[in-house]
């Protein structure tokens, strides 16, 4: 199997789960590493920019698909069915509620592709 299918695979079994280290040792992250990089990132952008529109950036679509997958309360692990295509923008709106952790079930299986 390629890298990316071992990945995908991985990251289906457990958001815990983390590929081998690179050839020169560096580590390299699960997907929950990934969303625990995100809400730090979140968190310092509410704080330094709060009442601002900010534009988030990423080398890879896991990450922001890691991301909105927390966002709407998707299994993490699931990420990869919000795949962004190269160069995609989306909005991303946080609500001032607060987080309801128990499962929740979407209309449309592959937002925001629903219209």
Request: some cysteine; proline content about 10%; hydrophobic content about 40%.
């Amino acid at each position: 199997a390629t890298a990316t299918q071992q990945v995908l695979e991985g990251d289906l079994l457990d958001a815990n789960w983390r590929p081998p280290a690179g050839y020169d040792g560096t580590p390299n992250e699960s997907a929950a590493d990934v969303l625990t990089r995100m809400r730090q990132l979140l968190s310092i952008c509410e704080t330094q920019y709060s009442g601002e529109d900010v534009v988030v950036v990423a080398p890879d679509s896991d990450t922001l698909s890691i991301l909105q997958a927390a966002v709407l309360g998707v299994d993490i692990r699931r990420h990869r069915e919000l795949g962004f295509r190269p160069g995609e923008v989306r909005m991303l709106l946080l609500s001032s509620k607060p987080f309801d952790m128990a499962p929740m079930t979407l209309p449309c299986p592959r937002p925001p592709a629903c219209r």
